[in-house]
């Protein structure tokens, strides 16, 4: 068996194409969705996430503002900005890029922003309101891993997904949305013993550990689908947590990196501001 490629690249594109034409029609009813994104220091990583994610809105129709502060910004300069952005009629979602200077309280910053428009999902209200299953915005990266599991059309429902990660950003998340899929979760980390024993059941296999080449042949079910969210340099190279041309091999489906989870990344955060949007609507 030689697992079939979940193209993220490509199915981020047609759904970003679904997205223009929500835009579309929005501003139609004469509201444009607006994203603001705040940069703070000259982190090369977080620049070009920051370029990629205004080059979608420019692909979308979303209205995009961008703030670059300097690195020697007080905090209390950017919770200002943060507050200002929360009565900004026209901004819809707001985004501030992590990480963030050492001098600075993420928490604090992040908490900031107005759950109705933390279209990152990070907010606790909104990890609070994931947790018992109401209606808020997904974190980005787990909804797209959640849309790419989704893509093979194959149910998740009384499936055994195994996820490995604990992180706020994506372990724990997608573990609830996989829940919420009504699947079976067991959660794993770089602590766990005999992590082969875990892995080897998994029909689903979602790993965010951020440990290049964790994950290999053996740790694998024949037919499992594999869902790749680590990047890691190696040699020079992106590449992620599972050894691709291995677990290739014995996998029914498998995220490649790069071009697996990342481009759905920015997606869902476009998805996420025109959601918030279209709230205004019913407003």
Same mark, same amino acid.
């Given at each position: 068996?030689?697992?079939?490629?979940?193209?993220?690249?490509?199915?981020?594109?047609?759904?970003?194409?679904?997205?223009?034409?929500?835009?579309?029609?929005?501003?139609?009813?004469?509201?444009?969705?607006?994203?603001?994104?705040?940069?703070?220091?000259?982190?090369?990583?977080?620049?070009?996430?920051?370029?990629?994610?205004?080059?979608?809105?420019?692909?979308?129709?979303?209205?995009?503002?961008?703030?670059?502060?300097?690195?020697?910004?007080?905090?209390?300069?950017?919770?200002?900005?943060?507050?200002?952005?929360?009565?900004?009629?026209?901004?819809?979602?707001?985004?501030?890029?992590?990480?963030?200077?050492?001098?600075?309280?993420?928490?604090?910053?992040?908490?900031?922003?107005?759950?109705?428009?933390?279209?990152?999902?990070?907010?606790?209200?909104?990890?609070?309101?994931?947790?018992?299953?109401?209606?808020?915005?997904?974190?980005?990266? /787990?909804?797209?891993?959640?849309? +790419?599991?989704?893509? !093979?059309? $194959? %149910?998740?429902?009384? *499936?055994?997904? =195994?996820?490995?990660?604990?992180?706020?950003?994506?372990?724990?998340?997608?573990?609830?949305?996989?829940?919420?899929?009504?699947?079976?979760?067991?959660?794993?980390?770089?602590?766990?013993?005999?992590?082969?024993?875990?892995?080897?059941?998994?029909?689903?296999?979602?790993?965010?550990?951020?440990?290049?080449?964790?994950?290999?042949?053996?740790?694998?079910?024949?037919?499992?689908?594999?869902?790749?969210?680590?990047?890691?340099?190696?040699?020079?190279?992106?590449?992620?947590?599972?050894?691709?041309?291995?677990?290739?091999?014995?996998?029914?489906?498998?995220?490649?990196?790069?071009?697996?989870?990342? /481009?759905?990344?920015?997606?869902? +955060?476009?998805?996420? !501001?025109? $959601? %918030?949007?279209?709230? *205004?609507?019913? =407003?």
């Amino acid at each position: 068996m030689t697992a079939q490629v979940i193209n993220g690249k490509e199915f981020a594109k047609s759904y970003r194409e679904r997205i223009k034409q929500e835009v579309a029609e929005l501003v139609d009813k004469g509201i444009q969705p607006g994203l603001a994104v705040v940069l703070v220091g000259d982190d090369p990583a977080s620049q070009t996430y920051v370029n990629g994610k205004i080059k979608a809105c420019e692909e979308t129709g979303i209205y995009s503002k961008s703030f670059r502060l300097e690195s020697n910004v007080t905090q209390q300069e950017v919770v200002d900005l943060v507050k200002e952005l929360n009565q900004d009629p026209n901004i819809h979602g707001i985004l501030v890029q992590l990480p963030l200077p050492k001098h600075m309280n993420e928490e604090a910053i992040i908490d900031t922003i107005s759950p109705e428009k933390d279209v990152d999902g990070f907010h606790p209200i909104s990890v609070g309101n994931l947790c018992i299953g109401k209606e808020t915005f997904l974190p980005c990266t /787990p909804h797209g891993v959640i849309e +790419l599991i989704k893509s !093979t059309g $194959i %149910s998740m429902e009384g *499936k055994h997904a =195994v996820v490995v990660g604990r992180s706020n950003i994506v372990g724990k998340p997608v573990s609830l949305l996989l829940l919420h899929e009504n699947a079976t979760v067991t959660m794993c980390h770089s602590r766990t013993k005999n992590l082969e024993e875990h892995t080897r059941q998994a029909d689903i296999l979602v790993v965010a550990v951020g440990i290049a080449h964790l994950i290999k042949k053996e740790h694998v079910k024949d037919g499992a689908i594999v869902i790749d969210v680590g990047m890691n340099r190696l040699d020079g190279k992106l590449t992620g947590d599972v050894l691709f041309d291995e677990v290739k091999e014995v996998a029914s489906h498998i995220t490649p990196v790069p071009g697996g989870v990342g /481009p759905m990344t920015i997606t869902m +955060l476009m998805q996420n !501001t025109v $959601i %918030s949007a279209r709230r *205004k609507l019913t =407003v």
